[in-house]
Each structure stands twice: as structure tokens, then as C-alpha cells.
């Protein structure tokens, strides 16, 4: 079995929609597109026709390419079974310990609330890679708007038990605000200030910062490291007032 080919593609203001493709069936999925055009122009110059739209959650920012990619495609859109009312697209309702295909390659559906109710993550366990939509971003977690910090916490305890070389592909490029944000509520981590340091490099360069990987978000997301779900919503709570 060939590698997943993974492709970022930047839209929007700070979106990133996952193009992924398994050399071996032809089989190729997208990853939340916010939008259509840039996402089928990615596809075309690599000679790649679209077959499948996996959504891990209803915000237009994740659903909003849809409907134009399956009208030039003709692709299956799968997503989380808890908000087809919000994804009127949506071919393949899904839900967690449900298993999805591309090609040879398995991914285990998660089930994710708090961001949105019914939010879903895929987990290819065999390739080291999970598709998280706005749950956990670099050295950040995404907003409680339909959830509790219980349920992010218990997110993120799943998280916490992957390897190191988990690669986390997230939605967005929030990564040099959350370390900003970071280093004040854990000023104390080397390994946190350091990333701090590397991510502004980074940013400054122009460069994309994500994929991320569980063992940096171990050594330095405070959401990820938080002790209680307590202390994660402490956490979020001033961050949302940052
Ligand atoms: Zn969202």
C-alpha cells in the first residue's frame, strides 16, 4: 500500500482544506473544502479527479465547497450523521467507530463534540495521520460553541493516547496567536517558548506551520496538557477574552 499523497491547500482567510490521495485506487477526498475553486484547480494540476468530500462539521468555513465540487465531480460527500440537517449535501451520514475508505486506506470516525454538537474526526490509524477539523490546533483547541469543556477534555484524553508521530491535520492557521497565548498561561514550559520562537520564524517566512503532531501538542498545547476539565475551561474562558 502506497502513502496517502497529502495536499494543504491555503483559502480563505486562514482555512486550510486537506486534499488526499491514494495513488493506488486513483481515489481522491477533501478534507472540509471551504470553498470549490481552489480545491478542484489543486486536484486538476495533479491530474487528480475528486471521488470523495468527507466533512467533520457543519460551519460553512468546513461544508461551504460542497455542493460545487460534487456538481463537477460527481463525488460522495460523508459526514457526521449528527448534523445532516446542517449539511444538506451529504450523502453518507457517519458516526463514531464507523470505518471510511480511501482506496486500501482505513479511517476510524471519531466522534468530537464541543466545537459543534456532532463534530467528527478521522483517524487513519495505519498512517499516522487524524483529520481533526477544529478540535485541537497547534498549541490550541477549537471554541465551545455547541459543547462543555467536559466534553473537549475527554477529546482531547483520546487524543493524548496516540503516538508521538501522530501527524494532526487541522483547519486552520491559528498557530502563532495560540503560542502567543500559550506562554502566558504556561510560561514555565522550555519546549513551549521554544516553539513560540519557531513558529514566529515560521509566520514571518510566510511559512504554513501545520501539520502539526501529538507529541509536539503533548509537550505544548495547553488544552491538550490541561490536568481537569476544569482547568481546560479556566483556560479557554481567557482565551476567548484575549
Ligand atoms: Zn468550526
Redo the contacts with the bound molecule.
Sequence with gaps: MSPLDIVRIPVLHDNYVWLVHDSDSKATMVVDPAVAEPVLEAAAARGWTITDIWNT?W?P??TGGNAAIKEATGCTITGPAAEYERIPTLDVRVTGGDRVRLGAHVAEVWDVPA??AGHIAYHFAADDAIFVG?TIFAMGC?RLFEGTAEQMFANMRRFDALGDATRVYCAHEYTLSNARFAVTVDPGNAALTERLAAVEAARAAGEPTVPTSIGAERATNPFLRAATAAELGRIRTLKDAA
Design positions: 462539521h460551519h468555513d468546513h466545537h459543534t477544529d477549537g
